[in-house]
């Protein structure tokens, strides 16, 4: 597993990805969306698994949920699993923030 390479500093992540805002992610020919609270970044598909809903557009609640804004399914932000609604778990994936950037680890 190589890790996608965002950014050339932590600084540039900070500054690449609002706090508690969802940001679009190409890497390669996968979408995700990313969203960082303070220097915790989350790394997920910018897709929801139940009808592909864009997350990018998701509102995110106190109990670390990911709300779909279609259907309202809730998914935990860290795990993927799903708290509220009937669907597959959302792909989340590692991430690390570091002195040369954001390293996302794709399968």
Same mark, same amino acid.
């Given at each position: 597993? =190589?890790?996608?390479?965002?950014?050339?500093?932590?600084?540039?992540?900070?500054?690449?990805?609002?706090?508690?805002?969802?940001?679009?992610?190409?890497?390669?020919?996968?979408?995700?969306?990313?969203?960082?609270?303070?220097?915790?970044? =989350?790394?997920?598909?910018?897709? *929801?698994? =139940?009808?592909?809903?864009?997350? #990018?557009?998701? +509102?995110? +609640?106190?109990?670390?949920?990911?709300? *779909?804004?279609?259907? =309202?399914?809730?998914?935990?932000? #860290?795990?993927?699993?799903?708290?509220?609604? $009937?669907?597959?778990?959302?792909?989340? $994936?590692?991430?690390?923030?570091?002195? +040369?950037?954001?390293?996302? $680890?794709?399968?």
């Amino acid at each position: 597993m =190589h890790p996608f390479h965002f950014g050339s500093s932590k600084e540039d992540v900070l500054q690449a990805i609002p706090e508690r805002k969802i940001k679009k992610l190409v890497a390669g020919k996968k979408l995700l969306a990313v969203l960082r609270i303070g220097e915790l970044i =989350h790394v997920f598909d910018a897709q *929801c698994p =139940h009808r592909g809903a864009d997350l #990018t557009q998701a +509102n995110i +609640n106190r109990a670390g949920e990911i709300i *779909c804004p279609l259907h =309202h399914y809730r998914f935990d932000m #860290t795990t993927g699993d799903v708290r509220s609604g $009937y669907c597959p778990p959302l792909a989340v $994936y590692r991430s690390e923030l570091k002195d +040369n950037g954001l390293h996302i $680890y794709l399968p």
